[in-house]
């Protein structure tokens, strides 16, 4: 019927509620696979790290970057990215589900259209999905230890991932390896993979051991004038991919960009 056209949308419109980011922080952005445990399996990933997986997710996250020029970094290990967006960013007014939505679907679809570039062998079974939140840390301090949250946790895991596929490697069941595991410090894992597997942790991929970082440099290029014999600086950004540790102050000391 005709009714339908007297409803009034500023009515309908009021029901709307925008969750709006805090102004001038940092906005990180963190997706992560869901069940990843179910589609590594199904999709035969290396244990514990597979590299072409974490060299797909790369990709993603540089076309990501591409994509969205707010984002200044990403740190990503496992299933799981963050991306960091500039404090002043105005990317969809800061509404949080508009961001976190347009982050995690372009993701999701760059996966599935560069599979074949990364697993040229392997057939995708199935739609992969991602969810995603955001969070925003007001000073660049909290912002630091938050990506250094980040970095301890991929080690950690890291750690007891190796030790754990060793032993399944070697014949343990899944819960005797576990049980061997239990309460075991650091230096006792490091141990154990160099005694009974002759495994130096430290050697293993710093991909692996570090996750993977990747952000913007400016570089400055001076290219001379040949009419009058000055030089002009030219600043190009590019995305470069780094596997080195961002908990140490010296990384931010050394691309003082990325936070300024
Ligand atoms: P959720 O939906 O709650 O995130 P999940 O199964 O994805 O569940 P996570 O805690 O996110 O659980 O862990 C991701 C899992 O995916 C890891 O435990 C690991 O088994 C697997 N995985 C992800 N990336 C890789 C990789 N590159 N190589 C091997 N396994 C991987
Ligand atoms: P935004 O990113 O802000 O959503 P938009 O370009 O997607 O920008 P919308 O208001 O969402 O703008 O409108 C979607 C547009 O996509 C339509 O204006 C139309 O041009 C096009 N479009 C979507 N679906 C169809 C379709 N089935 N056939 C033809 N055009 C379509
Ligand atoms: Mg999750
Ligand atoms: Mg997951
Ligand atoms: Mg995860
Ligand atoms: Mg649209």
């Not at 051991?209 to 950004?237: C, H, P, W, Y």
């Not at 102050?249 to 300024?260: G, K, T, V």
């Amino acid at each position: 019927s005709e009714d339908c056209f007297k409803i009034n949308p500023d009515y309908v419109r009021s029901f709307v509620f925008e969750s709006k980011l805090m102004p001038s922080t940092w906005i990180v952005i963190r997706i992560d696979g869901c069940h990843f445990h179910r589609f590594s399996d199904v999709h035969e990933f290396n244990k514990p790290n597979d590299k072409q997986a974490l060299d797909l997710m790369n990709l993603c996250a540089v076309a990501v970057l591409e994509e969205f020029q707010d984002i200044v970094f990403s740190y990503g290990v496992s299933d799981e990215y963050s991306f960091v967006l500039k404090k002043d960013s105005q990317l969809y007014q800061r509404q949080a589900s508009k961001i976190v939505s347009a982050v995690v679907s372009f993701f999701s679809s760059v996966y599935v259209m560069k599979w074949k570039d990364v697993f040229q062998e392997k057939d995708l079974k199935y739609p992969p999905s991602f969810d995603g939140r955001a969070v925003c840390y007001p000073s660049n301090e909290i912002l630091q230890d938050y990506l250094a949250w980040r970095q301890v946790d991929c080690h950690i895991n890291n750690q007891y991932n190796t030790c754990f596929w060793s032993l399944v490697k070697l014949g343990k069941s899944k819960t005797e390896a576990q049980n061997y595991l239990k309460g075991t410090q650091a230096r006792e894992k490091n141990e154990l993979l160099l005694k009974e597997f002759g495994i130096n942790y430290n050697t293993l991929p710093l991909m692996f051991r570090q996750g993977s970082s990747i952000f913007r440099v400016k570089t400055e290029n001076t290219a001379m004038l040949e009419s009058d014999a000055s030089s002009i600086v030219k600043t190009e950004t590019k995305i470069i991919r780094e596997y080195c540790n961002i908990i140490e102050q010296s990384f931010w000391e050394a691309h003082p960009s990325i936070l300024n």
